[in-house]
């Protein structure tokens, strides 16, 4: 009985261990592939953006608007003149994406306004090479109508590579419809307002930092220099 009952201990010790590392290696799992990245619509990269263009008989025009308090930030992106039937993605605005660290699979999500049926959609396009290639246009269509910031919808099939090499580009595709952020991510969560607020907020933080120890090394090394 004494032999049958340090076995019955020894099993369910054995089982316990085996319980909590099974959770242990769920948990990290989870942390290692949960893999979030916001940005606001109007955060694109300036330079080879294109704000406005005329061709192809089609006058497009993208505009910052900061006329509704509920945006995030306070501004907003929205578009006139688009007519994909002439000119098909021909305003896109880059958006690289500060760091994958897990490749895969991705959701884009995007906190926006979808008033009307004609004005329900947006294009986007992936890179995984700084730019150099990208996906053929896909259209982002709300599949609903709202007049308040929702955060749909998601829009699935994005294939990110680990680093700093993947570039999110957004192109007009329906007038009036209004962006205010965007995110991407793997978790198959839904983005919230609070979350992105939160996110914003600690990699400004981090952006801070990094500025700051990088004007502390310029000054260190002018010291050194004397």
Known sequence: MKLLSLWTYIMT?????????????????????????????????????????????????????????????????TVEGANRNNCEACAPLFYPISNIRQAGLYKLWSRCIMPTTASDSFFWRISNDGGKAFTPPAAAHGGDLW????????????????????????????????????????????????????????????????EAQQKLTLIWGQIRQL
């Not at 942390?31 to 109007?42: G, P, Y």
């Not at 793997?186 to 609070?194: A, W």
């Open 13 to 77: 010790i054995l089982l316990r261990l085996s319980l909590i590392t099974l959770c242990i290696y769920v948990l990290s799992s989870w942390l290692v592939h949960a893999d979030v990245w916001f940005i606001e619509a109007e955060g694109f990269e300036e330079k080879r953006s294109i704000l406005a263009t005329n061709q192809k008989g089609v006058n497009v025009q993208w505009s910052i608007k900061e006329d509704d308090k509920k945006a995030l930030g306070k501004k907003y992106l």
């Open 147 to 210: 007049e308040k910031w929702h955060w749909k919808r998601p829009w699935e099939g994005i294939q990110l590579k680990k680093g700093k090499a993947n570039i999110l580009l957004i192109a007009e595709r329906e007038n009036r419809t209004k962006l205010d952020a965007y995110c991407l991510r793997n978790d198959g969560k839904t983005p919230t307002d609070e979350e992105a607020a939160a996110w914003f907020k600690e990699n400004r933080r981090r952006v801070r930092s990094v």
